[in-house]
C-alpha cells in the first residue's frame, strides 16, 4: 500500500475482520494485521448467538448489547454470505436449557426465571414436550426450557467469510505481529486483538481458558439432535452445538488460567456431563481436543470505543464469552465510529475509560518493575 | 540384495525385528518388508511385562509361555541396550494390583488368588502398605497387591532399538507391502505380520481394537507414582504405565471391532476410572489418544511355528495382548527353528496346525465368495 491507510486494525478475529470489512465497504482503506488470521479465541469457539440464555444476574448492560446484537444477526449474516459467497453455518433451531438431576434443575430454572423477568423469550417445557422436541436426551433429564431466539453459526467458517468479505471490499491483510502501537501507521488504529490487548494498551484485559472438544457422528451422519442443549448435569455446566457434516461442539472450561494445554480433568467433566445429558454420545468419535483464551475484562463486558490519551486509537476487545454474537453490533459501532466521529449511545457502558485510572497505574508499574512470573499475561 | 536372503520377515513390529536381529546376528542374510515399520500395535502398546497380573483362568499354557518370556526379558534387554546402543525405558519398580470398590477388590482378589495357586509371585497388601508405595493412590482405595516381577517397557523405544540392533547386526529393511506370499522369494518366510496375517495365511487372526491415552505430568516432571498400576474402578478395569519424561499411559479397551476410531464413550471411562483411583490425573495434560488392532486368537494365545502345508514358511502372530511381553521367546525360539529346523517343545501348544481345519475352509470360502461387508479384517 503506497498511501497511508485510513484504517489500521490490529487482530484478524471476527470483531477485526467484522469492523475492517464494514469499514472497507464504506470506502476506506483498510489494512489488517495479524499474524495468523482466526486463530485466537474464535477458533475453539463453539459459536453459540445466545443472548437469552447467556443473560446473567447483574450483567443488564451487557444483556442489553448482546439482545441488540443478535437482533442485527439475521441482516448481517444475509449480507455476509451475500458479499463473501460462502455459507457459515448460521442455523436458527433455537436452543435447549435442561436440567439433569432436580437440583440441576433448580439452579437452571433461577436463571431462566431471571431471564423472563427481562421479558427475554425463554418458555419452560414439560418433559414430555422436552423429548418431543429431541428424542436422543436422557430419560433422566428432570426438565428444561426453549430459547427459540438462541442461534449459533460456525466461528471457523465465520472468520473464512468475514476475511473473503473484507478483502473483496479492498481491506488487506499484512501477516505479521503488531508490537507497539505507534509500529502503526494509519490515521485510525482499531485494537481488535483479543488477549493480545492488554499488553498494547495496558486495560484490564486478561485471558480466561476455555478447554473445547469436537466429536463426530459415527459414519458421518448427521447428530442426533438439532438444538444448541445447555445443560446443567450434576452441577456441571456444559453445551453441546450440532453442526453439520456430523460435528458436535462440546464446551466448555472457565479457567483463570493462561495456558492452552488440554487437562485430563477436564476432558473427564465435559465427556460425563455431554453423555449424561445426550447418552448417544458416547458412541461418537473424539476428533478434537482443544484450548483457547477468550478475552476478560472486569466486569465480563467487552471494551469498546476511543483508547483515553490516544487520539486516533480505538479499542475492540474483551469481548470474553460472546466475542461471536457481539460480531455485528462491534463492526456496525466501531466502523460508524470510525467514518463519523461520533460514538453511539450504544457504546457508552463499554468505554476503555470506565478502566483508565487503574490502566494507568498498571501502565506506569510496567514501566518500573518486570512482571513477577505469577502475572498472567495473554501471551 | 543379489544373492536369496536366508529369511525374510514380513513385518516389522517388535516381533518381526526381534527373529530378524536374532537371525541376523547368527550369520543369516535377514530381509524385512514393511510399509511402516512400527505403525502397528505395537505404536499404541503401553508395554507392560506383566506374566503375572496377565494370568488368567484356563489359560495355563499361555501363562507358562508369558513367564517363560518375563524370565527371558532381563537378558535380552541387556543383550539389546549393548546391540542398539540405546535405552528402551526397561523399567522393574514391579506392579500395584488395586480394587477402587470392595466390589473391585473382591474381582481382583479372586483373579489374585488364582495367580497365587500357580504359584506366582504377587502378595496381597494392606491398604497401609499400599499407600506407603504410591501415596498418589486415592484414599478410597480399598485394596491391593503387588507383583514384583511385572515390569515395563517403552513399546515405541524398544521398536526403534529393535530396528537399529537388527540392521547393525545386517539386516535390511525393505518399505513396502507384501500382498501374497509368492511374492516373497527366500529359503524361510516368517509372517510376523499382526493382524495382517489374516489374509497372507489363512489363520483365523482377529483384529481387537484398543484404545488407549497418553498424558503428561504438568510441566513436564515426573509421574507421581513410580509402579504400574492395575485397577478396578466401578467395573472398569485400567492401568496406569509411569514413564520417563512425566508420561503416563493409560488403558485399554478390549473392543471386538476393527475400525481405529476413538470415541468419546471409551475416553471417558479411561479418564473416569484413572481419575478415580489417582485422583492427581485430573490435573495431567492429555497430548494423546489413539486406537490401536491387537492381532487376536480363537484361544487368546500366540501362533508360533509352521505353516501346515506351506514348506519354508513359519507364522509368529496372534500375540494379542501380549506381543511386547513375548518378543524375547519368540525371538529366540523362531530364530532357532529357523537355524535347527527343529521346534522347541516350548512351541508346541502354539503351533499353527491348532487351526488348520478352520483354516483351510476359509481359505476355500475365500476363493469362492467376496467377503461380506460384515467380514472383520485386519486391514
Redesign the interface.
Known sequence: MLTRPDVAVVGAGPVGLGIAWRCAARGLRVVVHDPAPGSGASHVAAGMLSPVAEAYFGEHELTGLLTESAARWPGFAAELAEAAGTDFGHRTEGTLVVGLTGDDLAEARRLWSYQQGLGLPITPLRPSELRDREPALAPRVRGGAVAPGDHQVDPRRLVAALRAAAERAGATLVPGAVARLTDVDARVTVVAAGCGAAALTGLPVRPVKGQV?R?RA?GRGTPDFRHVIRGYADGESVYLVPRAHGEVVLGATVEERADT?????A??RL??A??DLVPD???????E?AAGLRPGTPDNAPILGPLPGRPGVLVATGHHRHGILLTPVTADLIAELVVTGTADPLLAPFAPDRFTAGAAARAAGRDRIAPTPEEETCN
Chains 1, 2 share one sequence.
Do not use: M
Open positions: 472438544l466429536l459415527p494445554e488440554v487437562t485430563a480433568g476432558v473427564l465427556l460425563r455431554a453423555v454420545l458416547a458412541e461418537y468419535d473424539l476428533v481436543a
